[in-house]
């Protein structure tokens, strides 16, 4: 444990008392899951008792990928109520659920169809949902316009109304990548060694009129964007504001937990994330992407918490096909906590072979017989 920061309790078998302080629900142990809809509930309570027996204490399903939802929005499209059916089972097997949801991409038709002016757009005036960088899927909307500000805080809303449900987590809660970590470049045939248009957002109605009233520039008009500090700081704050005066208090208002995956090269994704009040974060360490070794992910690890002033617990991110074996993976925890963590998250249960599961419940086993 690093510099007076609080682990999460770890939880007994059957606790899910809604009484519980936050601090007191934040688990040690995640798990990041994307659910099979096509499975009953009895072979759902096995996975769910496989998860546990390995001494994971939350799970992390997604259960909105930026189209249709599972779980009951009450305004919006919903594939099936897939989370709803869930939480009592999870929760019988001794897990807490924790809603994943996209925050920013939304490639739902019915959105794409009636508001193509949600839509962020890069510096060459072309707006995501037509042309999306890099990938079909990245068509983020704007964390600037008022309009979608609601539409992402409903979806936050309507998880807060499920009374037994854990926490919400928040994904993709930023803007497009205006560089890819070095290790991905090559996978798009690609050399960003500076900014280019192409990748960098906002540059929307919205965003251009809000910068241009706070400093009397156009965004479009500066020469060097990449530079400018005040304008970086304005996408910074699109997202800042976004997530605290629209998201976390939706959550607070049903005191539920309220996380986020966020990225180690913050910067690049306009995630100044540090700033989110949020009870936790759980940083994508995934070494491979950015050409590094295990000991990476302790040091961003520590980065991590120096940017939070060590006041909220880092549970690091760990990305199970950088590390298929057994010694790998246990590297991996070990850097984390070495660096501070107060837990891990892993990603993803679909990935897990026997011997990560076996370095997991060996891990955890030996920290919970202390």
């Known amino acids: 444990m690093s510099k007076g920061l609080i682990a999460g309790s770890l939880l007994p078998a059957c606790s899910n008392s809604p009484s519980q302080s936050i601090k007191n629900k934040l688990p040690k142990y995640w798990l990041w899951l994307r659910p099979d ?3 009953n509930n009895d072979e759902w309570k096995q996975i769910f008792e496989e998860i546990r027996g390995l001494g994971i204490e939350a799970i992390l ?4 990928s930026s189209n249709m939802a599972l ?11 897939w989370l709803e059916r869930m939480i009592p089972i999870a929760h019988q097997a001794g897990l807490q659920i924790h809603a994943w949801m996209w925050t920013m991409p939304c490639n739902n038709p019915k959105i794409l169809s009636e508001h193509p002016e949600w839509y962020a757009v890069n510096r060459s005036g072309q707006r995501a949902d037509t042309q999306p960088a890099y990938v ?10 008022p309009e979608v500000r609601a539409f992402i805080a409903n979806r936050v809303k309507a998880l807060s109304n499920i009374s037994e449900l854990d ?33 960098d957002y906002c540059y929307c109605p919205t965003c251009r009129q809000s910068y241009k009233a706070k400093v009397g520039i156009d965004p479009v008009d500066i ?49 100044q994330w540090h ?3 949020l009870d936790a974060f759980l940083p994508m360490l995934y070494h491979g992407f950015y050409n590094a070794e295990i000991q990476w992910i302790g040091q961003e690890t520590e980065k991590s918490l120096e940017r939070l002033d060590y006041q909220k617990p880092i549970y690091s991110g760990l990305f199970l096909p ?14 984390a906590i070495n660096g501070g963590a107060s837990g891990f998250s892993i990603f993803s249960y679909g990935d897990l072979n026997s011997e990560q599961k076996s370095a997991l419940q060996s891990y955890i086993s030996s920290q919970t017989n202390h």
Not at 61 to 64: G, M, R, S
Not at 234 to 249: F, K, S, T, W
């Open 37 to 39: 809809i096509s499975l």
């Open 223 to 271: 020469a060097d964007p990449a530079s400018d500090k005040d304008w970086y700081q304005h996408r910074y704050d699109a997202v800042i504001e976004l997530v605290n005066e629209y998201l976390v208090p939706q959550a607070q208002s049903k005191n539920k937990t309220i996380t986020a995956a966020v990225f180690p090269n913050w910067q690049s994704v306009r995630q």
């Open 61 to 64: 399903p997604e259960i909105y």
């Open 71 to 81: 779980f009951d929005t009450g305004d919006f499209q919903t594939k099936e109520p």
């Open 136 to 145: 079909p899927y990245y068509k983020f909307l704007c964390p600037r316009n």
């Open 167 to 199: 926490g919400i987590h928040l994904d993709y809660v930023r803007l497009p990548d205006v560089i890819l970590a070095e290790g991905l470049q090559p996978n798009y045939d690609i050399i960003q060694d500076q900014e280019y248009p192409k990748y």
């Open 275 to 277: 700033k989110f009040n």
């Open 322 to 335: 950088h590390m298929p074996s057994k010694v790998e993976l246990t590297a991996g925890i070990n850097s």
